[in-house]
C-alpha cells in the first residue's frame, strides 16, 4: 500500500468513528430524504435546509457500512454552506469518479478540488461498493430534486 491510499483509507476511517454533521434537523424547516442500499443493508437519513439559494444547513442519521457512512459525512462537509449549483457540481464529479469504465463525458475529474472527498476514490476498484459510496449523493440529488433546489 503506498502512501496516498494509506492517506485515504484514514481519511475514509476517521469520517466513519468521528462522522460530521450527525444527526438531525427540525422539519420543518428542514427537508427530509431517506435513502437506501438493499444489497449492503446501508441506510441514509438526509436533513437538510436550502436558503436561498444555498445549503445553510446538512444533518445525517442512519447507518451502514464504513463506507456508506463516511461517504456520506465526507458529502457533509463537502455542500454545507455553499451554493446549491456548486453541490449538484461536486455531485457530478463525485458521479464520474465513481464510473467504471468508459462513459459518455471522460472528461477529467479535478481530484484536488474535491478535497478529502477524492479519499473515495479507490472504491471504484471495488465495484460491489460503489453504491455505498454513491448512497448519500444520490441521496442528496433526490432531496434537492424533491425540494425543487
Ligand atoms: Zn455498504
Known amino acids: 500500500m503506498d502512501n496516498l491510499e494509506e492517506l485515504y483509507r484514514e481519511i475514509i476511517l476517521d469520517?466513519?468513528?468521528s462522522p460530521r454533521n450527525r444527526g438531525e434537523l427540525a422539519v420543518p424547516?428542514?427537508?427530509r430524504t431517506e435513502g437506501f442500499n438493499p444489497l449492503c443493508g446501508d441506510e441514509i437519513v438526509l436533513t437538510i435546509e436550502v436558503d436561498d439559494g444555498v445549503?445553510?444547513?446538512v444533518k445525517i442519521a442512519g447507518h451502514g457500512c464504513s463506507i456508506s457512512q463516511s461517504s456520506a459525512s465526507l458529502m457533509s462537509t463537502g455542500v454545507k454552506g455553499?451554493?446549491?449549483?456548486?453541490a449538484r457540481?461536486?455531485?457530478?464529479?463525485f458521479k464520474r469518479m465513481m464510473t467504471v469504465g468508459d462513459d459518455a463525458?471522460?472528461?477529467?475529474?479535478d481530484l484536488r478540488a474535491m478535497g478529502e472527498i477524492a479519499a473515495l476514490?479507490?472504491?471504484?476498484?471495488?465495484?460491489?461498493?460503489?453504491k455505498c459510496a454513491t448512497l448519500a449523493w444520490n441521496t442528496l440529488d433526490q432531496a434537492l430534486t424533491e425540494m425543487g433546489a
Open 15 to 17: 469520517h466513519y468513528r
Open 29 to 31: 424547516p428542514a427537508h
Open 55 to 57: 445549503i445553510a444547513d
Open 82 to 86: 455553499k451554493p446549491v449549483t456548486d
Open 89 to 93: 457540481a461536486l455531485m457530478g464529479s
Open 105 to 109: 463525458d471522460d472528461s477529467p475529474v
Open 121 to 130: 476514490q479507490g472504491v471504484v476498484k471495488f465495484p460491489v461498493r460503489i
